[in-house]
């Protein structure tokens, strides 16, 4: 049900472009109808450009994602039972977030170069902090009771962070971790656009100082399906990891 709503919304989207065509409200050297940049897309595919471009894209964002998950997570939870941490890391948190990827890839291609090392680092630096920011969220807003009940147990702050603050925080922490699968996405595009050989950034750019505009419109296209692919697979893992979260729910509102 959830693929066919996606997929009716993106038929709409794609008439709604026909129709502006067909308007000519846009010219349409710079508009191009939807069979077209569907031509271009064919022609991409068939020569393999698109298929070795979006492996490389894919495999970037993926593993920029793991490190900023492997980052992001023991931090909040280190600022879940340091609070001197916490404050000391949130005027970094407020410093580097809004820091857009373009403004990030010439300072790191400068001290890194192009190769793995610019796309980690610029993935992380702007999509750990949404995870960040909403696991510290969900550690403080878990009721004192479980926190005394764990203590009353006997558990140390590492075993009441493990036991009890996590399994709780972790449904609300997989909102955090959709926004930073996007964000990976975007960062690596961007990163590769403007200091990159190869990917679906690159070759988007070249298609765009070629003046391909069918070829920029089919790769666009393929980058928001990729976003839509990412948030659907971080839910696939949120409902296999939390499907007691959902079920409890359900129950309790039945």
């Not at 931090?75 to 941490?85: E, H, N, V």
């Not at 075993?159 to 996405?185: C, E, K, T, W, Y």
Request: net charge positive.
């Amino acid at each position: 049900m959830v693929w066919l709503r996606r997929g009716f919304a993106i038929l709409t989207l794609l008439l709604i472009w026909q129709i502006v065509v067909w308007m000519n409200v846009i010219p349409p050297q710079y508009l191009p109808p939807v069979h077209t940049a569907a031509l271009a897309l064919s022609d991409m595919l068939k020569s393999g450009e698109l298929l070795e471009a979006e492996l490389v894209t894919i495999y970037r964002a993926l593993a920029g994602l793991g490190l900023t998950l492997a980052l992001a997570l023991p931090l909040a939870g280190l600022s879940a039972i340091c609070k001197p941490f916490q404050a000391a890391l949130q005027p970094i948190a407020e410093l580097v977030r809004p820091l857009p990827p373009a403004a990030l890839v010439p300072i790191t291609v400068f001290a890194l170069g192009s190769n793995m090392k610019l796309y980690l680092l610029v993935v992380c630096l702007v999509a750990m902090w949404p995870t960040y920011l909403s696991a510290v969220a969900a550690f403080e807003g878990i009721e004192d009771v479980l926190r005394q009940t764990g203590r009353s147990f006997g558990c140390n702050r590492l075993q009441l962070l493990r036991d009890v603050l996590f399994p709780q925080a972790l449904p609300a922490i997989f909102v955090g971790i959709r926004i930073s699968a996007s964000i990976s996405l975007i960062a690596v595009v961007v990163a590769e656009m403007l200091g990159g050989h190869s990917g679906l950034g690159h070759l988007l750019f070249q298609k765009a100082f070629a003046v391909r505009v069918p070829d920029v419109f089919a790769i666009t296209l393929i980058c928001g399906l990729n976003g839509m692919v990412f948030n659907q697979g971080v839910n696939l893992v949120k409902n296999y990891v939390c499907g007691w979260h959902t079920q409890f729910r359900a129950e309790a509102t039945a």
